[in-house]
């Protein structure tokens, strides 16, 4: 009679610790990520085969952004928000002004851009201050976690804000 009720208890603690390391070692990820594009992602040496993006892909894989074996990533998106942190919808589309949201989709298993979500491409990445205020972004990565022991699963996010550093 009491072991539903204790099988129950310890699968649902196993579960919340196993979300938690996830979670965490998603946000460590993210955060390696974001210093990475921040200041190294926009003005890294292009002959370099983990240059700009690259790089902070890299960087993510080697802080834990796919360790977690119950934590599977969806997508990982840069996009270009105001200081605010509202989408900026201006960029350009085959050489035309753009309405849409002006980001970057990401494949994590080998950081490549997905095809047809190549909206700000790191080469138009503004890190400096002369000549107006560098650009200010935001990564998001999604990712869903499948229980231990239960038939359910949670898709939840892990954002980021910040602005590209002017490196010298």
């Known amino acids: 009679m009491v072991a539903p009720i204790f099988f129950f208890t310890v699968f649902s603690t196993v579960n919340g610790g196993l979300f938690l390391f996830a979670r965490n070692s998603i946000e460590h990820a993210a955060d390696i990520g974001m210093t990475t594009f921040a200041a190294d992602g926009p003005t890294a040496d292009s002959s370099s085969p983990l240059a700009g993006d690259n790089l902070a892909f890299s960087r993510m894989d080697a802080a834990g952004l796919t360790t977690t ?56 990445r503004n890190a400096t201050t002369s000549g107006g205020a560098p650009d200010y972004a935001q990564l998001t990565v999604n990712y869903k976690y499948s229980s231990f022991g239960f038939n359910w699963s949670i898709a939840t996010t892990v954002t980021n804000n910040f602005r590209l550093e002017p490196q010298e």
């Open 69 to 124: 074996f119950l934590a599977n990533i969806t997508s990982v998106t840069l996009t270009k928000v105001s200081q605010s942190g509202a989408p900026i919808s201006t960029c350009a589309l085959g050489g035309g002004p753009g309405s849409h949201v002006c980001s970057e989709t990401y494949d994590v298993d080998n950081g490549n851009v997905l095809p047809g979500q190549d909206y700000w491409p790191p080469a138009s």
